[in-house]
Structure formats: structure tokens, C-alpha cells
């Protein structure tokens, strides 16, 4: 694919996400004219910034590549603009992909017919007349979404969803979503240098955003990405540009920019009464390379409170649920804060209630969804000096 090809890419995000979605993508070089859209957001790139946003975007869940779009009221005006699209650069020949469709108030109502007639396109233009019968398994998956006989064809860039990041391989017994909490970090705004403290931090996900979000490069997951799998990707020049963001040399890393990426990073601090979950937390920050930049402790939240300095930030995803009958934990935390009011709190809880419980105002910065339950992000800003 030429480096000058422009591309449309479709970040799609969790409800309740896509303003705090536009701020992660606009902060990516790669990532050009975002616009916030239905569901997520649109960018313009180019191919590098098709890796570039699948991996440096935090809170992006998947993202698909627009390849055509047109306009059909019947069966046959639809076979006849998918048979002008360019399968061949995007699905690996003799490839049977998934195909998702989605019809609003459309002629073409019945998506079960849209997806037969896609399947049977892809088919005849990706098919080997030397081996007919050589398709293998879904290896893509192709989007079709008609809205008011407005038909837009995308295909998969991202593959597995992007909150499977492979950095936390230690889950607990009730993680939060990598992207949900990278979320939670970006709305905090932290500054450079932030001290953090999450004092329920469980296998650590929220400490493992909050340092990841400082910066840390790329990190390319194990089983890789769609992208990888297009005829048109290149992959010697993606290989290059891997290198390139990881390259450490003499000449490019001087003590004045060592001493600015670490005036950058934010210390870490992080407890949970339950010592298995603690040592999940520490593998997981480990593995993310950002274990020495971290204090942890199994302990209660009470014994390490001492050691968070002055204007530090809490971000934390407090029990809700089946895990929120914890009202003595509540009400201790709550004194806490309350003595603690040069912190500046982020909290994700269950219910409104919680946060009279805490102590902090109950009006939620953002409603959001998490494992399938309503949750609140609070807010509790720290006192002025």
C-alpha cells in the first residue's frame, strides 16, 4: 500500500467513551482529523497511522478500515457495488470472512440476506480457480452497515479487541476493563510526575493505565492484529517502524532526555487486603516494565495512607455489585477521605449512594458500563492550598 494512500479508520469505544476517545486519539502524531462520531470516533491516516492508532490508542476497543461506500435500494444494486470494491487488497485470497451487517431503516431491511449476497461476493472474488475448494476459516471479519440505503463497507484493522492488550496476564477476581481503565486515567488529567494511589487495586489494571498512559512506547501483542493479515500490508516497513519506536541508542537518549522521561512518569502506589491479589498486581506491573516506578503493598487501605504524599491523585474502582457489601469499609474510607482532602479523588462505584457513603459529591463525572453494569465515575476534587 502506498505510504500517501488516505485511509478512514473507525475507533469504536465503550458507551458513555467517545469524547474521552477523541482526547486519546487527537494525542497520537499518527491520528489525523478526528471527528467524533456514533460509537466512537472516525481518523484520517495513512498506513503507518493504522499502526499507530491500534497500538498507542488506549481506549479504542477495535478498529475497522473503510474500503466503499454507496448507495442501494435493491438486491441487485447491492451485488453490484460490492463487486466494485477492492477485496483483493484487504482479505487474503481464498479467505472466508465473518461478515457483520447492520440495516436501519433501509429497503434492504434483512440482514440475513445483505450478509448472503456479501458472502457469496467475497467468495466468487477471492476464490482460486486452480483450487476451488481451498477456502480456510474466517481470518477477517467484514462490516456492512446500511442506514437509510446508505451502504458503508468496512474491514477489520484490529483483530482480538484492543482491551486484550497481553500486558495483564494476572486477572483478579473482579479486573476492570484495560480500556475502561485507561479512561478513568484520562479524565483525571494527570500531570507529569503525578503521585498515584489506588487503594483497591486488586491485580493492578488501573496502575498499569496510569503508568502505560505516561508514554511507555509501543508493545506489540502476542497473536498480533488484522492489519497483519491484509495482502497490502507491508510488513518489513512495519517491522521498521516497531524498531524505530523501541530503538534505545547512545546518540538518541542523552541524560537531559532521561532525566525528562523520568520527571514524566508517575510514582505508583498501590494496596489490597488480599495478598494473592497484590502479587498479581506486582507480575502484571512488571511485565509492563513499570514495576520500579511502583510501591505496593498487601495491606489495608489505612496502613499505607501515610505514605501517599500531599496532592496526590486516588484512582480507583471501588467493590459494586455482588462485591458491594463492604459498608465498614465504606465509612472508614469515607473518614479517610475526609481527613485527606488535599487528594484528589476518582472514583468508579456502583451506585450514588456509595458516594454519600465516601463522603464525595454524588453527581457522576460520566456514566459508564462495566461487565455488563451501570457504573459512575466520581469526582472529589482536591482542596485548594
Not at 189 to 197: R, T
Not at 324 to 344: H, I, N, S, T
Not at 346 to 373: C, T
Request: proline fraction near 5%; glycine fraction near 8%; charged fraction near 20%.
Amino acid at each position: 500500500m502506498n505510504s500517501a494512500t488516505r485511509l478512514k479508520l473507525f475507533c469504536a469505544v465503550s458507551p458513555g467513551l467517545e469524547a474521552l476517545l477523541q482526547q486519546d486519539l487527537s494525542a497520537i502524531a499518527e491520528a489525523k482529523h478526528v471527528r467524533l462520531v456514533l460509537g466512537g470516533c472516525e481518523v484520517q491516516v495513512d498506513p503507518v497511522g493504522v499502526w499507530g492508532v491500534v497500538l498507542r490508542s488506549r481506549l479504542t476497543e477495535s478498529a475497522r478500515v473503510r474500503i466503499g461506500a454507496f448507495s442501494a435500494r435493491t438486491f441487485d444494486e447491492l451485488t453490484a457495488g460490492m463487486a466494485k470494491l477492492p477485496w483483493a487488497a484487504w482479505l487474503p485470497r481464498c479467505s472466508t470472512p465473518e461478515v457483520r451487517v447492520s440495516c436501519t431503516k433501509s429497503k434492504l431491511w434483512h440482514s440475513g440476506a445483505v450478509q448472503e449476497r456479501v458472502q457469496a461476493q467475497v467468495h466468487a472474488r477471492l476464490s482460486d480457480a486452480k483450487q476451488p475448494n481451498s477456502f480456510h476459516p474466517p481470518a477477517a471479519r467484514v462490516y456492512v452497515r446500511i442506514d437509510h440505503d446508505a451502504v458503508r463497507v468496512s474491514v477489520d484493522a484490529s483483530g482480538e479487541l484492543l482491551h486484550r492488550r497481553g500486558e495483564r496476564t494476572a486477572v483478579g477476581r473482579a479486573p476492570m476493563r484495560e480500556t475502561l481503565a485507561a479512561a478513568v486515567v484520562l479524565a483525571a488529567a494527570l500531570p507529569a510526575g503525578a503521585h498515584v494511589w489506588d487503594p483497591f487495586c486488586g491485580s493492578g489494571t488501573m496502575l498499569l493505565e496510569a503508568g502505560r498512559m505516561a508514554g511507555v512506547g509501543v508493545r506489540p501483542r502476542e497473536g498480533g492484529y488484522a492489519f497483519e493479515l491484509w495482502p497490502n500490508h507491508a510488513p518489513d516497513a512495519y517491522a521498521a517502524w516497531l524498531a524505530a519506536d523501541a530503538a534505545v541508542t547512545d546518540a538518541a537518549v542523552t541524560d537531559a532526555a532521561l532525566t525528562e522521561a523520568a520527571a514524566a512518569m508517575p510514582t505508583l502506589y498501590g494496596c489490597d487486603h488480599d495478598a494473592k491479589e497484590l502479587e498479581g498486581a506486582r507480575l502484571n506491573l512488571e511485565n509492563a516494565g513499570l514495576l520500579a516506578h511502583t510501591t505496593l503493598r498487601a495491606c489495608d487501605f489505612s496502613e499505607m495512607a501515610a505514605e501517599v504524599p500531599a496532592g496526590a491523585t486516588i484512582v480507583s474502582n471501588l467493590p459494586y455489585g455482588r462485591r458491594a457489601d463492604v459498608g465498614d469499609v465504606f465509612r472508614r474510607f469515607g473518614r479517610l477521605l475526609a481527613k485527606r482532602k488535599d487528594l484528589d479523588v476518582w472514583l468508579v462505584l456502583g451506585h450514588a449512594s456509595h458516594a454519600d457513603a465516601l463522603r464525595i459529591p454524588p453527581k457522576a463525572a460520566l456514566n459508564l458500563r462495566n461487565g455488563g453494569l451501570r457504573v459512575g465515575l466520581y469526582h472529589r476534587p482536591a482542596a485548594r492550598a
